[in-house]
């Protein structure tokens, strides 16, 4: 069994595609995305718009579908596409890159540096987009729209089957949901399971926070996707599957 620790919407989506490939997988979400009140009336005068999270689409205002949206990558685009807006341009899932897209197509006449671009984002961010674009564009502002907060226990199904041994690798996509992680084990006296259990982790960084934790098997996916992770749970399962056993480890890639 695998799990997939985004929230609800995003774990759905892991889960499916893993279940696609004949990969058992259950959602056991760690965060949860709560929206916060913000300054419609500012969002609606914005010339354009910056998203680096799927859970900010909904902040995309009915009246505005004809300015542009810059995402960080593809699932925030869809989600930009799913409230009516067409002008979407699409990152490489990297804030860095994002910032770069965008001065980009000011570059070539696209937008200006002068428009009002509004960041719709979180409480807490992990790249600032105010400091890689404020010295460039003069009318860039920013909205909180969403807060995510820690879940406070892992779902009975999960419990079972992490009580039982059957989960033999978790997707972990960021720092934040493996300190989550790591506090929930703890909660529910599960700690011990780790030494049964592979990461799949995103980032080196991620895979380096792992290892302080004490987490021993831990693959780094090639790229900074969620597809990535997903790709080497894949073939981690049906390797042993082969092998005739559910709980095997996996070896680190760098």
């Not at 509004?118 to 909180?144: C, G, H, N, Y």
Request: a neutral charge; proline letters at 2%.
């Amino acid at each position: 069994m695998i799990l997939s620790l985004r929230d609800e919407a995003l774990a759905t989506q892991d889960c499916d595609n893993l279940r696609a490939f004949g990969v058992p997988a259950l959602e056991s979400p760690v965060h949860h995305a709560h929206k916060i009140a913000f300054d419609e009336m500012v969002v609606n005068k914005a010339d354009g718009f910056i998203l680096t999270s799927q859970q900010a689409a909904y902040a995309l205002p009915d009246t505005a579908r004809d300015r542009p949206v810059f995402t960080v990558g593809r699932a925030s685009a869809a989600a930009a596409r799913g409230r009516g807006y067409h002008n979407v341009f699409a990152g490489t899932a990297d804030g860095t890159a994002l910032a770069e897209m965008i001065a980009a197509h000011a570059e070539q006449g696209q937008i200006s540096f002068t428009d009002t671009l509004i960041w719709l984002r979180a409480t807490k961010i992990s790249t600032d987009m105010m400091t890689a674009l404020s010295p460039r564009f003069s009318a860039l502002s920013q909205e909180v729209v969403y807060e995510m907060q820690e879940a406070d226990s892992l779902p009975d199904e999960v419990l079972g089957a992490l009580q039982k041994g059957q989960v033999s690798a978790i997707m972990v996509l960021s720092k934040a949901q493996l300190g989550a992680l790591v506090q929930l084990l703890h909660h529910h006296n599960l700690w011990q399971v780790r030494h049964k259990i592979a990461l799949y982790v995103v980032s080196q960084a991620v895979g380096l926070a792992a290892e302080k934790q004490g987490w021993h098997a831990i693959d780094i996916a090639r790229r900074k996707r969620a597809l990535s992770v997903q790709a080497s749970v894949i073939t981690h399962w049906y390797r042993t599957s082969a092998e005739g056993d559910s709980q095997g480890g996996c070896k680190r890639q760098k």
